[in-house]
């Protein structure tokens, strides 16, 4: 008996085996099955289920300050103009209207606002003594008198101006001299042409100085002619007043406070002025050169409010919205930096900032976005003009 169950089990051996791997086998083959179904369904909702948009807005920027880098230039009446004087550094934080700079011709329209000011002085006393009634002898004496310091500061400003035209002379034929001389040693190869064009610039300089004082001379004469003959004519009426003389003296009190008026206007265009308080970025021009007409005299910002520039591209801008917050970093700071959205452009243009991803195209259309940063991160920033930032805003 025990011999025939020994041949049965060997003869169901691998029958039994089979049984009893299936029965161990079944319970993780339903849980694989379940998984992989669940898998299934998951991976089929997320084909069905539309992308839930990103609650933020990536952009590249540029870090700038308010209204953005503003070039000084000056007046534009005075054009190839020179600095003369330069009133302000690198660096240096001005207020409104401050004086930047002092251009060429400042120091001779200010010669002519003086004059242009006594002159009118001289029209309203002379309106005064008409309206006084007639003239007594001591204001006969006293105009006699007036003339005759007039004719004398004449005298002394003509053998000035005089004296001036000849050293302004000596130096131009000095100028003129080592200008010759430097063309021949350039002509020679034995200077460079800045050194020659130095040599140019003083002999035409000189040459200017010359000019100047010259018409100085003329402006002397020509000016005190007229004042000698005005209080000589004054001197021969000063004895019978009416009323057509009253209304002379004011019309040439009117025209000589006009003078005054337009020289006050010809000085202020001499000074170069700062349209808005903030903090000089760059000079482009020192005192004695030329203003370059791209360059201007010096750049500024209003850096106690900095901003970036960022470009939001268009398929993100109906997301947008002034107010909403903006993170910005920058390579420079290790901390980020907060702002908030202030201004969105209605223009729409081509992507002008550019990452290290190639798939970003440069035809990309983008709006340019302004965000204001917190006045606590402003001051971080004030050194980082123009600095590229990555920029995240958040989205309702």
Sequence with gaps: MQLNSLVILRKYKWAIVLIVFTVLAWPIYNQVISRTSQAQETELETIETPDTPSPTIAALGRIVPKDGVINISGAGQLADVRVIELQVQEGETVIQGQVLALLDPFYAQQASLTRAEKRMAVAQAQLEGILAGDAKLGDLAAQE??????????????????????????????????????????????????????????????????DEVEAQ?????????????????????LTEVRPVDVTIAQAELEEATAAVAEAEATVELARVRAPVAGRVLKIHTQAGERVKFDDGILELGQTQAMYVLAEVYETDISRLKPGQTATVKISALMEALQGTVEQISPQIDQK???????????????????????PSDSQKVEQFIHMEADVTIQTP
């Excluded at 034995?190 to 300089?205: G, N, P």
């Excluded at 003329?218 to 009426?237: G, V």
């Excluded at 259309?365 to 917190?374: A, H, N, S, T, Y």
């Design 145 to 210: 008198a007036q003339i005759a310091n007039l004719e004398a500061q004449v005298r002394t400003e003509v053998i000035e101006q005089q004296a001036l035209i000849t050293r302004m002379q000596a130096e131009l034929v000095n100028a003129e001299s080592s200008y010759q001389r430097f063309q021949t040693l350039y002509n020679e190869g034995a200077i460079s042409i800045a050194d020659l064009e130095d040599k140019q610039e003083a002999f035409e300089i000189a040459q200017a100085r010359l």
């Design 352 to 374: 002008g900032i550019f990452n290290n991803d190639p798939a970003l195209g440069i035809d990309a259309r983008v709006f340019e976005v302004k965000i204001r940063l917190d």
């Design 217 to 237: 001379l003329e402006n002397i004469q020509s000016t005190r002619a007229q004042q000698i003959r005005r209080e000589s004519a004054t001197l021969d009426k």
